[in-house]
């Protein structure tokens, strides 16, 4: 039995090696033990059960509702334009849904496979639809580079490698149950994980690329990020910003990052 769990430990450290993958827009590297389809289905059946809470207000037929469903499939055709052109395009099979959601929270999130959700809360910083396209190209960058993805990977392998690794000495069937169960044991909500930095600083390069392919011009990005950090001065950050970078660094690459957006950028 010792053999077995020793074995199973060198597979599951060696598909750590062969599960890696390169992210669609920025290039980045990352850990790709799950199926992108098995992540969609789990956000899919998440998002419908999202709208369907009686605590979800979904907002129909005003001109802000308009609004996120306009933009929003303006980012998502510059998406897979910008896929198809690098003929990534078969790798991601989402169905796009775009909704307002009434709620003073100062959020919006996209789930992989395209679930996106727009809090009302943030529209008084959007002001327009180009600050509405930073948002959402934000947020939809995290579904393309597959953020929650690598996440649940990275759980996967911590956890996994770990329990295994740890159990691999054990003699009890006990401690085997409990491994199998911490391995196995990923159901936190697909799309409502709080990212990395590194992963908001990622997500805001591939924003702006998506938005200005979308005719939505990248300058705004910044003013909208000014907006936010006006409102925040002196008061606790909002839900949304609580693991971004700070106000100052995130501006101070916006900046630097136009030029390269700009090349994309079509009016």
């Not at 419908?48 to 605590?55: I, M, R, T, V, Y």
């Not at 180009?130 to 947020?139: N, Q, S």
């Not at 992963?199 to 702006?208: I, M, S």
Request: charged content about 20%.
């Amino acid at each position: 039995m010792k053999k077995l769990f020793k074995y199973t430990a060198i597979l599951l450290i060696g598909a750590t090696f062969a599960g890696c993958a390169t992210s669609a827009i920025t290039g980045r590297k990352y850990l790709k033990l799950v199926d992108s389809s098995t992540i969609n289905d789990q956000a899919a059946l998440a998002y419908k059960e999202f709208l369907s809470n009686s605590s979800t207000k979904v907002v129909t037929g005003t001109a802000n509702a308009t609004a996120v469903k306009r933009v929003g499939n303006d980012i998502a055709a510059a998406t897979m334009r910008f896929l198809q052109q690098r003929g990534m395009a078969d790798r991601y099979n989402f169905n796009w849904e775009f909704n307002l959601i009434q709620n003073d929270e100062v959020n919006a999130w996209c789930m992989p496979g395209g679930k996106v959700a727009v809090f009302t809360g943030i529209l008084p910083f959007t002001g327009t639809d180009a600050g509405l396209a930073t948002v959402m190209g934000h947020e939809i960058a995290h579904a393309i580079e597959e953020h929650s993805v690598a996440q649940v990977s990275n759980k996967i392998a911590a956890q996994g490698i770990g329990q295994i690794i740890g159990v691999a000495s054990a003699t009890t069937d006990n401690k085997w149950l409990d491994a199998l169960n911490l391995t196995y044991g990923i159901g936190a909500p697909i799309g409502m994980l709080k990212f990395s930095r590194d992963d908001e600083l990622a997500a805001d390069r591939a924003g702006l690329i998506i938005m200005a392919m979308a005719g939505y011009n990248p300058n705004e990005a910044v003013k909208f990020w000014e907006r936010m950090a006006g409102a925040k001065s002196g008061n606790q950050p909002a839900e949304w910003t609580s693991t971004h970078p700070s106000d100052a660094r995130r501006i101070t690459q916006l900046q630097s990052l136009i030029p390269e957006a700009m090349k994309y950028y079509k009016k």
